[in-house]
T-cell receptor
Framework: GESVGLHLPTLSVQEGDNSIINCAYS??????FIWYKQESGKGPQFIID?????DKRQGQRVTVLLNKTVKHLSLQIAATQPGDSAVYFC???????????FGSGTQLTVLP | EAGVAQSPRYKIIEKRQSVAFWCNPI?????LYWYQQILGQGPKLLIQ????????DSQLPKDRFSAERLKGVDSTLKIQPAKLEDSAVYLC????????????FGNGTRLTVT
């Protein structure tokens, strides 16, 4: 089964609002997590990653929070823009050879 | 830095025909992956190469799928014979150091089997 899974398959937010996309993982030994953004017709694009020795990491308009106690991570997008509309995946190298395993994705729709 | 290149972009074939996809990873990336992404799902790993050796092919349907990475650079993925359920986007990705660094994906080949 999946090592990582997203909570909601779809999320709609108003332009300018903040977005929060959640992800749960099952393997307590997971030590590295990556968020990807996939626009229609394109391959997944790396957004941000976080290692398990951190609780929070910030990028440009994005923040990832990691809660190891409840095995949960979230991606926060500040001031969501129309260009943020895409499917977002969390992933972790949970395979035996540290293969990257993807969740099912959350479709983010930005409303005007 | 040039990204991961894949071709063709689209392919339509009839069931039982064969098809091949090509991938050129980012220069210097030792690890190469092929993923299958069915509509509405996350990518699923088919095979992982480290240089020209196979690290994991446990989810590759070996009765019909094959992949090679000659000389540790370019890679090809072949399906023979294709089935209707093989309709998907086939994504190639590369990374510098396996599961401890981000994967960089190409835009994929969309395969339709009729």
């Amino acid at each position: 089964g999946e090592s990582v899974g997203l909570h909601l398959p779809t999320l709609s937010v108003q332009e300018g609002d903040n977005s929060i996309i959640n992800c749960a993982y099952s393997n307590s030994a997971s030590d590295y997590f990556i968020w990807y953004k996939q626009e229609s017709g394109k391959g997944p694009q790396f957004i941000i990653d976080i290692r398990s020795n951190m609780d929070k990491r910030q990028g440009q308009r994005v923040t990832v929070l990691l809660n190891k106690t409840v095995k949960h991570l979230s991606l926060q997008i500040a001031a969501t823009q129309p260009g943020d509309s895409a499917v977002y995946f969390c992933a972790d190298p949970s395979g035996s050879a540290r293969q990257l395993t993807f969740g099912s994705g959350t479709q983010l729709t930005v409303l005007p | 830095e040039a990204g991961v290149a894949q071709s063709p972009r689209y392919k339509i074939i009839e069931k039982r025909q064969s098809v091949a996809f090509w991938c050129n990873p980012i220069s210097g990336h030792a690890t190469l992956y092929w993923y299958q992404q069915i509509l509405g799902q996350g990518p699923k790993l088919l095979i992982q190469f480290q240089n020209n050796g196979v690290v994991d092919d446990s989810q590759l349907p070996k009765d019909r799928f094959s992949a090679e990475r000659l000389k540790g650079v370019d890679s090809t993925l072949k399906i023979q014979p294709a089935k209707l359920e093989d309709s998907a986007v086939y994504l190639c990705a590369s990374s510098t150091s396996g599961g401890s660094s981000p994967l960089h994906f190409g835009n994929g080949t969309r395969l339709t089997v009729t």
